[in-house]
DNA sequence: CCGCAAATGCAACCCTGTTGCAAACAGGTT
DNA sequence: AACCTGTTTGCAACAGGGTTGCATTTGCGG
């Protein structure tokens, strides 16, 4: 009788045909429980947190490279210009609807009041994708704007 | 009789409230000239170029924070996540529009059939500037969407 | 022409992301 | 179970974009 524990991490590895490492397994956990669009060093903050100790900053790098390729993360930009990672799940649920990017903290907030809308396209293009980026400053660093 | 020769770019800058400069002067050129969106490091190639000779890169970026702030340019990331700068004047051309982001050629185009919504914000939060982008693949390059 | 705040230039620094390379490991083969 | 091989890890060093501190210069209003 193997003591195969049920991990739907390792099994969503194994059915991305990606070798099943701890690295991983630990990102894609943390992946999954935010809720947000995480930056590689929120990533990295919340991997050093954990009782499996810090996570080494180019294995992490490589480990979300991997996760992209295979589908299993989406990689974006934020107002910054500094990447942040997110699980294809979570990715869906907010596909829908638009969002604010704080050009001062990076910070991300769904406005799920503004829907996005249906791609109208030219002949012989195809959308996979529509994202709808609300920049400026958000209710957070309004106050700051002024400061030096 | 004073010389004064009817500069617009001093014109701006004395409407725009900031301090007439050398390097204000010489930047508002080039970024006028320029027909797409320039990196901090192209800008300063372009600068060097020319007959006034280098300018300091610490100072180019904070004249394009000056200019930006002022309103007479604005930044944009692009995909790299570099930040590029356009006068006013072109960026205004492609404010009301969504466009359209090639994730096979990385071509950009036009959707002016798609207008861009006012923003919907929750209080305390200001906006800069609204982008669709629509992702997916365009029309040169659907036929080798098949390729490896 | 003065005075002062604002802008410049230079050096040093920080942060995000990458590359090279040796050691460790996953996962299939015998 | 031991072995093999390509992948992945960890560490160090690097690269590029962008920022900060500070002394000096300059625009410009008085
Ligand atoms: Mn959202
Ligand atoms: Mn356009
Ligand atoms: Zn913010
Ligand atoms: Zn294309």
Redo the contacts between chains.
């Keep these: 009788m193997p003591e195969i524990s049920p991990d739907p991490f390792a099994a969503q590895l194994r059915a991305a045909a990606v070798k099943v490492t701890r690295p991983r397994l630990r990102v894609l956990a943390v992946l999954s429980r935010a809720t947000a669009a995480l930056t590689h060093s929120e990533l990295e903050e919340q991997l050093a947190d954990s009782p499996q100790g810090i996570l080494d900053r180019v294995t992490l790098y490589r480990v979300l490279d991997s996760l992209v390729e295979c589908g299993l993360a989406q990689r974006t930009?934020d107002?910054r210009?500094?990447?942040r990672f997110l699980s294809s799940s979570v990715q869906a649920r907010h596909a829908a609807h638009a969002h604010?990017h704080c050009?001062r903290c990076g910070g991300i907030?769904c406005?799920e009041?503004?829907e996005?809308?249906v791609?109208?396209?030219?002949?012989?293009?195809?959308?996979?994708?529509?994202?709808?980026?609300?920049?400026?400053?958000?209710?957070a660093c309004?106050p700051l704007s002024g400061a030096a």
Excluded: N, W
């Design positions: 930009l107002a210009g500094v990447y604010f050009q907030t406005l009041q503004m996005v809308p791609a109208d396209l030219p002949a012989g293009y195809s959308a996979r994708q529509v994202d709808i980026e609300v920049r400026g400053v958000c209710a309004a």
